[in-house]
């Protein structure tokens, strides 16, 4: 490493928050529900925080950290995330470290005489270490402020990524008491939250909500068709960019990948499989600020800590709202504008269903999963707002449209398929529900075809029926009947069958409905949202040119350091230093986001930057 230290400053426990919020952060005041949060943890209350990517989540522990006495504690699930988090604090003059697996022999030794020198002001380390023998009352020798929890739905079993380790953390009143909690995620319904609080022994945390309305992500799903083509497509805006692809499996990541680097894109796979080695490598491109494709399970989840990725595209259909959110929140969390864009299919929803069901979870634990995964396949059908369909998840009511989704920009058409739904259902039957949609789809649209003439299937009186429309229309009545229950998967391999008690009133007529006219073609997304410019659209050619040199400047400097860049100033502190061009060190402390250790360490650099240009 050739990172240098920095000259650390001496946390003053006298200081109140709003000063050390300027003084360490380069901030003159709180975002949102930050202030509420952090003066409950002065004043010694435990609390659980439920606030959007992007939010300001760690100003919510790391401030109350450096303001009462002692170290703050900060649990959190992923190693490159507290990496992450104490390179951008050590920038910022405060004296972090972390202590997990990876650690080499000298950093592990340095960070233990710290701790028992008493130099450490926030020290990050992992559930597992921390639960390990002895390690927790090590730590409670030492004045302690705050314990955070982050990633705090790990700890619930109605969670989408549940850690066991978190259980232990219910143990920590007892090893250090009087030290106020914080439990902090970006997304959990109120079972999760209910769940979370009485996992770690909270029974009287205050509970504080931000919205989940993320403004600045357009949120698009579309019914899978040419699946390479449809990603390649969603990608293609932002060859120069940072983005992410989650799939379902080990083996499509690979896939994917490779078609898409076949085509162009800076594509690398990411998942479970891959050795140590491998994900570590990827995983220092990605953080290094390199424009790249990230083609992942949801192993490559928690802890992405990247705030310029712009788009997140699923190829697979999430398990429930909540995963699905907490996987597009890792897009703009810069605050810029991003896309996100969902695939999804009738057999997935089938096939999710019937797994669900083969589950040997206990009822209660399944019927929780169904309502989640009942959610999802409504919100990917939804014809309304799409915005609000997935808050509503979450229990938030937007008061109108949000105009950032696809339904907004071109709303949905559709159509009375009644008749059309009778047809399929009624091939269902006729052909023994023992066929899959596209032997369906041929029985419909009057194919003559090796296995239609086999079955003598050429003879129903429903063959045919249907030519006048496309085999991709009537993939699409499949999967929204599906969708509504009425079909259900009866098998593995992907055979159909009806739910007698849903498709009966459709049969006899007794029910109308009215079915999603899918595009013919995939809408473009738009890489920018009308109500927000991006960063660099915004500045003129002056203050772009002043904006690419400050990025050099920053590029080279965090290669020489061998950390993030994004880590050095993020991409909205240079765009508002190039705009206001100061000509002194003492203009550039004026700029949000430029606190005392990064104007001492960096600000004739940056004066230098800009008159360079």
């Not at 504080?208 to 699946?227: C, D, I, V, W």
């Not at 129903?460 to 509504?484: C, D, N, P, Y």
């Not at 002194?584 to 004066?607: F, N, Q, W």
């Amino acid at each position: 490493m050739t990172l240098s230290e920095p000259s650390f400053v001496e946390p003053d426990t006298s200081e109140a928050p709003d000063a050390v919020l300027h003084r360490v952060f380069g901030f003159s005041s709180f975002r949102g529900q930050q202030k509420e949060v952090i003066e409950a943890v002065m004043n010694g209350e435990d609390v659980l925080v439920i606030m959007p990517t992007g939010g300001g989540k760690s100003l919510c522990y790391q401030v109350p950290a450096l303001c009462r006495p002692g170290m703050g504690i900060v649990i959190s699930p992923l190693i490159a995330l507290m990496d992450d988090q104490v390179a951008a604090l050590r920038q910022l003059g405060v004296n972090a470290a972390a202590l997990h697996s990876e650690l080499d022999p000298d950093r592990l030794e340095k960070t233990r005489n710290d701790l028992r020198d008493g130099r450490v002001d926030i020290l990050y380390i992992s559930p597992e270490r921390l639960v390990s023998p002895g390690t927790a009352r090590w730590l409670a020798r030492h004045p302690v402020s705050v314990l955070a929890i982050d990633e705090a739905h790990c700890v619930s079993a109605w969670g989408h990524e549940f850690r066991p380790e978190y259980r232990a953390l219910a143990d920590l009143p007892s090893i250090f008491p009087d030290v106020p909690r914080i439990a902090l995620t970006a997304t959990a319904d109120s079972r999760t939250q209910d769940d979370v609080l009485l996992a770690l022994g909270m029974p009287h945390a205050r509970r504080l909500t931000s919205s989940f309305h993320r403004p600045n992500l357009f949120l698009a799903a579309l019914p899978k068709g040419s699946e390479t083509k449809q990603v390649q497509d969603a990608l293609a805006p932002h060859r120069e960019d940072a983005a992410i692809v989650y799939c379902g499996s080990r083996n499509r990541t690979e896939r994917m990948a490779k078609s898409l680097r076949e085509r162009g894109f800076n594509a690398l796979p990411f998942h479970a499989g891959l050795s140590p080695q491998e994900k570590h490598a990827t995983l220092l491109r990605f953080r290094s600020g390199e424009p790249m494709v990230i083609v992942a399970t949801v192993a490559f989840g928690m802890g992405i800590d990247r705030p310029d990725v712009r788009c997140v595209v699923h190829l697979d259909m999430p398990a429930s709202p909540e995963a699905y959110y907490q996987q597009i929140g890792r897009a703009g969390r810069d605050g810029e504008p991003a896309d996100t864009l969902l695939l999804y299919g009738g057999e997935d929803m089938a096939r999710a269903r019937y797994w669900l069901e083969q589950s040997s979870a206990p009822d209660s634990e399944k019927r929780v999963m169904q309502a989640r995964l009942e959610s999802m396949i409504a919100l990917t059908e939804t014809v309304g707002c799409r915005t609000q369909a997935l808050l509503a998840c979450f229990g938030e009511a937007l008061p109108g449209a949000c105009g950032h989704c696809d339904n907004c920009r071109s709303p949905a058409e559709t159509f009375d398929g009644t008749q059309a739904a009778q047809k399929v259902l009624s091939a269902i039957y006729r052909t023994g529900q023992r066929f899959g949609a596209v032997h369906l789809t041929t029985v419909l649209r009057g194919k003559l075809t090796e296995a239609i003439e086999r079955h003598a299937h050429q003879h129903l009186t429903v063959f045919g029926v249907g030519k006048e429309h496309s085999e991709q229309w009537w993939r699409g009545v499949i999967r929204q009947l599906i969708a509504r229950g009425a079909i259900r998967m009866s098998g593995e391999h992907g055979t159909l069958g009806l739910d007698v008690d849903v498709a009966r009133p459709i049969l006899r007529g007794e029910e109308t409905l009215r079915l999603r006219a899918d595009p013919l073609k995939s809408p473009s997304l738009p890489s920018r949202s009308p109500s927000s410019a991006g960063l660099v659209d915004a500045l003129d050619s002056d203050e772009r040119a002043r904006f690419e040199a400050l990025r050099r400047w920053r590029r080279d400097e965090a290669r020489e350091q061998e950390i993030p860049p994004y880590v050095i100033f993020h991409d909205a502190v240079l765009s508002e230093i190039a705009r206001e061009n100061p000509d002194t060190v003492e203009e550039l402390s004026l700029i949000r986001g430029v606190g005392a250790s990064k104007l001492k360490r960096y600000g004739d650099a940056v004066i230098a930057a800009l008159e360079g240009e």
